[in-house]
């Protein structure tokens, strides 16, 4: 269950689609919302005054009021309205933690936009320590329910561990596409057969019908992509299986292309943040 959602704001495009989609589930929800927008002042790292930022600063928070007004118009949730100088991913990781937020919500790319071959380094440095899932949301389009999560596994023990976080996003005519993923070093065909027959299974209990497709085995994160924009999928979710490693905070050439070519939202759930909606924490 999603009680608390933190919303990344920094007025981008992007930002304020993420911010539609965190309103829209946290109504869903009966969820709080906390609007962030962090001053990254590059000035204050230099030493030098910036007694002429006071009239931005301020500004920025008329936005962040009007906006907290409008949604508690629309919805009566009443966000609560964090503004803060320093570095952007600390803060954002910083107040997750202390509001114990179990979804972050932002910009798949911020106020510096879309740059071939980069990952936002905001969004970078989110999904890599967050506490909790972390849904990017592209600029172009608003995004407020999932009908069509394109959902990938690999046969390893905790694949159904990371469904148990997916079904918050499933709405109840969603038709979610389970794509089999498999390397012929370490996986078995008949291992993940059995996994996606399980999680068929669970979606059936809660009367949600699946497809399921399988991919080539040569290339993940081109099968993901391939497989999203051929279901015409509306959220891809990305889990710490897609790069095989070892490590807690890595983001490997795997979720990093991903993220940076979806043209849907992504919803990233990493090691660390495993059990946090999953009714373990």
Not at 61 to 77: G, N, P
Not at 127 to 142: D, E
């Amino acid at each position: 269950m999603i009680t608390r959602i933190l919303v990344a704001i920094d007025f981008s495009e992007a930002s304020l689609n993420a911010l539609e989609t965190a309103i829209c589930m946290a109504e869903k929800n009966g969820a709080s919302i906390c609007l962030v927008h962090a001053q990254d002042n590059i000035f204050d790292f230099l030493g030098i005054s910036t007694t002429s930022m006071t009239s931005v600063t301020f500004n920025s928070f008329s936005i962040l009021s009007a906006l907290a007004t409008d949604i508690h118009k629309r919805t009566r949730i009443k966000p609560v309205i964090i503004e803060e100088n320093g570095y952007v991913t600390e803060i954002i990781i910083k107040n997750a933690v202390k509001y114990r937020c179990e979804l972050i919500t932002m910009g798949t790319y911020g106020a510096s936009g879309y740059r071939k071959g980069y990952l936002g380094s905001t969004a970078y440095g989110t999904v890599k320590y967050a506490p909790c899932p972390v849904l990017l949301v592209p600029a172009g389009k608003k995004w407020t329910s999932f009908r069509r999560p394109l959902f990938p596994v690999r046969p390893i023990s905790t694949a159904l561990r990371y469904f148990e976080i997916v079904r918050n996003f499933l709405e109840d005519d969603s038709i979610p596409t389970v794509l089999g993923l498999y390397n012929v070093e370490n996986d078995s065909v008949e291992d993940l057969s059995g996994l996606i027959s399980d999680i068929e299974g669970r979606l059936a209990a809660k009367k949600i019908a699946a497809k399921t497709v399988c991919g080539t085995e040569h290339s993940i994160s081109r099968d993901i992509l391939l497989q999203a924009e051929k279901a015409n999928s509306d959220l891809v979710i990305v889990t710490p299986s897609i790069d095989v490693s070892a490590k807690t905070f890595y983001i490997g050439p795997n979720t990093h292309g991903i993220i940076h070519n979806a043209k849907t939202p992504v919803l990233f759930i990493n090691k660390v943040n495993v059990y946090a909606l999953s009714g373990s924490r």
